[in-house]
């Protein structure tokens, strides 16, 4: 039985600490735009050179 | 740069589209490197980007750029770098280091997002820009040793996206942690929630019943005891909160019956922990917390980039151009005194009543009043705030600070220190407050026939806390805020924004509409130019253009916007001279030219009482070719849209500012002529939506666009702005809806009377539940694997219900 508070512990552990990390990240601002990063991922870096000059 | 300016005549019938905006080019065009432009500010953008090698910018999919700010010029934005000014817009200062959180109502697709994340490639003395696409906000950090704050607004507007910088932001900054907070919460609750029916497992299946596993048991409970608690305090807070401040006004809320039964349940769960005798219900309770801390959060979904609340103040302009000894300096608006010279240029506010200096000025006074045209003004004349001078730049001296002048006086009034939300009167509230009473009811006689009659103490307060348990108006309230998440979000798909989930159930009880005209019905930007008279040559159109291109009457320029596939003509044109009231005239060359009125140009003008349009004669060499007709143009699909309200059975009126027009067209549209009121002051709107809705009881939409209405809007049961743009300034009301969908207005009544009738339906298949429940709760035999089972299906079918119900009804009515 002894097991079961081991186990019992460690889960609420775990879950605390996947709380926190949730909460770390609410903090830092992770939550205040969902929608940019989304658009931003698909925007390509300009190509610094002269290469492609015209381009469409 | 080699680019060439066309001076030949373009075909009429091809259209040249802008490669920079994307807009169809009129007035004219600029061709270069195979690109047409349809301004110099355009071209003038796409030439920034190629230097910087940003020409990507145009293959991003569904770029369209925007034409920078035809009013800008250098030194617009000077004040910034005033001490006063620039410490309240500096989000964050570490030197050299700082940074700015500035609001860009046009960012508008992808590429803006882009565009605005390259600004480093302009000046490498930004270190970063980081773009907040639904707020329509970019945060800057820049180093300002190497720019100044003025420089760097001068950038970005530079390449079309000002700034909008009002003087609420000049009142302080503020933070938004509310939105983190309510995320906070929602995920503490879901962590208890979940840890707790993980240790409620095995008394569900009644497992553990062996004397070993009784300290087991004993220990799940203390932690399940534990785990409740944050939830109990910090996460239904907002709930203690509201029904506290409600009893504190002796009525009872939405969230006081909810208190009830959560304080109950917890009660009885104690009760159960503590005695050993049970496992409680905590489970239900921090579940029944979760579940609506998420339906809120999905009801109060903002549109981060609207604002409702704006007053005169956002209106008027942060910095003013004073001129002190002849020099020009940008002072802050609140620093200006009366006495002081101010500078007023093309398309820019007065800011504070004044009188005016220069010999003459074209005031829009569309936004304040409601007229259509712009009003002469002569030197020594008073102006008053608000309005907009067209044309040349004036000088004016200011008589009253801006605190004091005309315009604020309106927010004086009553009507904008009222509250119109009454959360006591909402359709959930009052199902809720009968509903309350009679769970009461059966609560207490379950309790007394179990303990006088059946002479069963322990059951009977079991029973008594049962009955609050399941009859828990979590159901209820579920059933409103779902359903109003749905109708919110279905608006917003369709371009129209309530403020609030009551804004959408106010639209519901409404039966009386009341629309403003200019810049609500009317599109003030747009004017229907015929000509009529004889055919016209081409050349004789250059020569029309030309010559009324050189005038900054509103005519002039609607006849030249109108003319869009003509090129100027570059030959000089001489003698140039302009009668007010009466037109213009030109020598060009040995041709002499005249613009304006039938006496001007000495044409009979025949029927004078044609008031629904402006005329324009033209004459050349004393020959009266015809005349433009110029015509307000109204939304399109309007009539339709008016029509359709008054076969549902809405009062229609039309309340306007401006001076009687159209009475033909408007009285077939509107009924009858009794329903159309012109010369209408703001006070005086407001006062006849408050005669409406005192002594006839109606309930008053009022549809608005301009600071004329601000009045009526707040006054109204529901306050509509139309805004052709939604990032533009609107006064405060409780919706705003695009200009192109106005003719759905029918349809988003229907739809917010269908919310109401889902809110109901659903009201009572939680009842259901509700009956099932308390039937075993009263019996005193309501289990706890019962009640958890309960509530998360009963839940599940109201959130499935309303989202399926308030979609099909969505589709039905904006189908057809």
Redesign the interface.
Known sequence: ?SA??VM?IT??FI??A??SA??WS??KGH??????PS??I???D???E?S????? | MNFLKEERKQETAAKHICYHCGEECREEIILADEHAFCCKGCFNVYDILKESDLCAYYSVEGATGISPDKAYFNGKYDYLDLPEVSEKILEFTNHPLSRVNWHIPKMHCSSCIWLLEQLYKFNPAVRSSVVNFPEKKVRITFDTEKIRLSELAALISQIGYEPYISLNDLGGQQIKNWNRTRLYKIGIAGFCFGNIMMLSFPEYFHLGNSGSDQNLRVTFGFLNLVLSLPVLLYCAGDFFRSAWSALKGKYLNIDAPIVLALLSIFGLSLYQILSETGPGYLDSLTGAVFFMLTGRFFQDKTYDSISFDRDYKSYFPVGVSVLKGGTEVRTPITELAPGDTVLVRNAELIPADAVLLSPEAWIDYSFVSGEAEPVSRKKGEMIYAGGKQTGTAIQLEVLRKVSQSYLTQLWNNDAFSREKENQNNTLSARINRSFSVIVLIIATVTFLIWYFVKNDPETAFRAFTTCLLVACPCGLLFSSTFTNGNILSLFGINRCYPKNADAVERLSHIDTVVFDKTGTITRSEEADVQFVGKELSDDELIIIKTVASQSSHPLSRMIVGNLAHIQISRRSLENYSEVRGAGIQVLRGKQEIRLGSAEWVGASSENNADYSSSKVYVAIDQVVLGFFAIRIQYRSNLPEAISALRKYGFQTFLLSGDKPADPHFLSKVFGHEASLLFNRKPDEKLEFIKNLQNSHHRNVLMIGDGLNDAGALRQSNVGMAVSDDTADFSPSCDMIMEGRQLSRLPAFIKLAKAGQKIIKASFAISLIYNILGLFFAIGGKLSPVFAAILMPVSLITIVAFTTAASKLAARRIFRD
């Open positions: 039985m079961f508070y019992i889960s609420l879950a605390a996947f709380l949730f909460i609410v903090k939550y205040d735009d969902d929608y940019t658009i931003r698909l925007l390509d300009p190509v610094s002269k492609n000059r015209k381009d469409k």
